[in-house]
Nanobody, 121 residues
Framework: QVQLVESGGGMVQAGGSLRLSCAAS????????MGWYRQAPGKQRELVAA???????YYRDSVKGRFTISRDNAKNTVYLQMNSLKPEDTAVYYC???????????????WGQGTQVTVSS
Protein backbone atom coordinates (compact mmCIF):
# COMPACT_ATOMS: atom_id res chain seq x y z
CA GLN A 1 0.00 0.00 0.00
CA VAL A 2 1.05 3.57 -0.68
CA GLN A 3 1.19 6.05 2.15
CA LEU A 4 2.69 9.38 3.18
CA VAL A 5 4.46 9.55 6.52
CA GLU A 6 5.17 12.96 8.05
CA SER A 7 7.58 14.00 10.74
CA GLY A 8 9.25 17.10 12.14
CA GLY A 9 6.44 19.04 13.77
CA GLY A 10 6.73 20.52 17.21
CA MET A 11 6.60 23.66 19.29
CA VAL A 12 8.93 26.61 18.79
CA GLN A 13 9.09 30.24 19.77
CA ALA A 14 8.44 32.97 17.25
CA GLY A 15 11.46 33.43 15.05
CA GLY A 16 12.47 29.79 15.33
CA SER A 17 12.74 27.12 12.68
CA LEU A 18 11.41 23.66 11.94
CA ARG A 19 11.89 21.23 9.09
CA LEU A 20 9.05 18.95 8.10
CA SER A 21 9.61 15.74 6.18
CA CYS A 22 7.20 13.61 4.20
CA ALA A 23 8.17 10.26 2.74
CA ALA A 24 6.03 8.43 0.23
CA SER A 25 6.32 4.68 0.48
CA UNK A 26 4.94 1.76 -1.47
CA UNK A 27 4.75 0.82 -5.12
CA UNK A 28 4.67 4.24 -6.75
CA UNK A 29 4.66 4.59 -10.50
CA UNK A 30 4.75 8.36 -10.70
CA UNK A 31 4.24 11.47 -8.61
CA UNK A 32 2.51 14.28 -10.45
CA UNK A 33 2.59 16.84 -7.66
CA MET A 34 3.66 17.02 -4.05
CA GLY A 35 3.36 19.70 -1.43
CA TRP A 36 2.24 20.93 1.95
CA TYR A 37 -1.10 22.16 3.22
CA ARG A 38 -2.03 23.45 6.64
CA GLN A 39 -5.20 23.86 8.61
CA ALA A 40 -5.74 26.02 11.66
CA PRO A 41 -8.75 25.51 13.95
CA GLY A 42 -11.93 26.88 12.42
CA LYS A 43 -10.29 27.56 9.07
CA GLN A 44 -10.17 25.87 5.70
CA ARG A 45 -7.18 23.84 4.70
CA GLU A 46 -4.83 25.97 2.63
CA LEU A 47 -1.95 25.23 0.30
CA VAL A 48 1.35 26.40 1.75
CA ALA A 49 3.96 25.26 -0.76
CA ALA A 50 4.14 22.73 -3.55
CA UNK A 51 5.98 21.37 -6.51
CA UNK A 52 3.46 21.94 -9.26
CA UNK A 53 5.67 20.75 -12.13
CA UNK A 54 9.18 19.49 -12.69
CA UNK A 55 10.48 23.04 -12.66
CA UNK A 56 7.90 25.15 -10.84
CA UNK A 57 7.18 25.72 -7.18
CA TYR A 58 4.39 27.56 -5.45
CA TYR A 59 4.37 29.46 -2.16
CA ARG A 60 1.48 31.31 -0.66
CA ASP A 61 2.32 34.97 -0.14
CA SER A 62 2.43 34.80 3.64
CA VAL A 63 5.33 32.32 3.66
CA LYS A 64 7.42 33.61 0.78
CA GLY A 65 10.98 34.26 1.85
CA ARG A 66 10.55 32.22 5.02
CA PHE A 67 9.63 28.71 3.86
CA THR A 68 11.46 26.55 1.35
CA ILE A 69 10.15 23.36 -0.21
CA SER A 70 12.67 20.79 -1.41
CA ARG A 71 12.70 17.15 -2.41
CA ASP A 72 14.82 14.06 -2.69
CA ASN A 73 13.48 12.12 -5.64
CA ALA A 74 15.54 9.04 -4.85
CA LYS A 75 13.81 8.81 -1.48
CA ASN A 76 10.38 10.00 -2.65
CA THR A 77 10.60 12.57 0.10
CA VAL A 78 9.58 16.20 0.25
CA TYR A 79 10.70 18.68 2.91
CA LEU A 80 9.47 22.00 4.16
CA GLN A 81 12.08 24.18 5.82
CA MET A 82 10.28 26.80 7.89
CA ASN A 83 12.29 29.76 9.16
CA SER A 84 11.30 32.93 10.98
CA LEU A 85 8.16 31.24 12.22
CA LYS A 86 5.26 33.36 13.36
CA PRO A 87 2.34 32.54 15.66
CA GLU A 88 0.03 32.69 12.65
CA ASP A 89 1.90 29.72 11.20
CA THR A 90 0.41 27.57 13.95
CA ALA A 91 -1.59 24.78 12.33
CA VAL A 92 -1.65 21.12 11.51
CA TYR A 93 0.51 20.62 8.45
CA TYR A 94 -0.45 17.94 5.95
CA CYS A 95 1.68 16.43 3.25
CA UNK A 96 -0.13 15.88 -0.03
CA UNK A 97 0.75 13.99 -3.17
CA UNK A 98 -1.01 13.23 -6.42
CA UNK A 99 0.32 9.84 -7.41
CA UNK A 100 -0.20 6.87 -9.67
CA UNK A 101 0.49 3.53 -8.03
CA UNK A 102 2.13 0.69 -9.91
CA UNK A 103 -0.59 -0.96 -11.95
CA UNK A 104 -2.97 1.91 -11.38
CA UNK A 105 -5.30 3.31 -13.99
CA UNK A 106 -5.18 6.92 -12.86
CA UNK A 107 -3.71 9.30 -10.32
CA UNK A 108 -5.23 9.83 -6.90
CA UNK A 109 -4.70 12.27 -4.08
CA UNK A 110 -2.97 11.01 -0.96
CA TRP A 111 -2.63 12.73 2.40
CA GLY A 112 -0.30 12.37 5.31
CA GLN A 113 -1.58 12.02 8.85
CA GLY A 114 -0.77 15.62 9.75
CA THR A 115 1.84 17.03 12.08
CA GLN A 116 1.21 19.81 14.59
CA VAL A 117 3.26 22.99 14.36
CA THR A 118 2.83 25.41 17.25
CA VAL A 119 4.57 28.77 17.32
CA SER A 120 4.44 30.69 20.58
CA SER A 121 4.99 34.39 21.05
Amino acid sequence: QVQLVESGGGMVQAGGSLRLSCAASGSIFSINAMGWYRQAPGKQRELVAAFISDTETYYRDSVKGRFTISRDNAKNTVYLQMNSLKPEDTAVYYCHANMVVVGGRRAYDYWGQGTQVTVSS
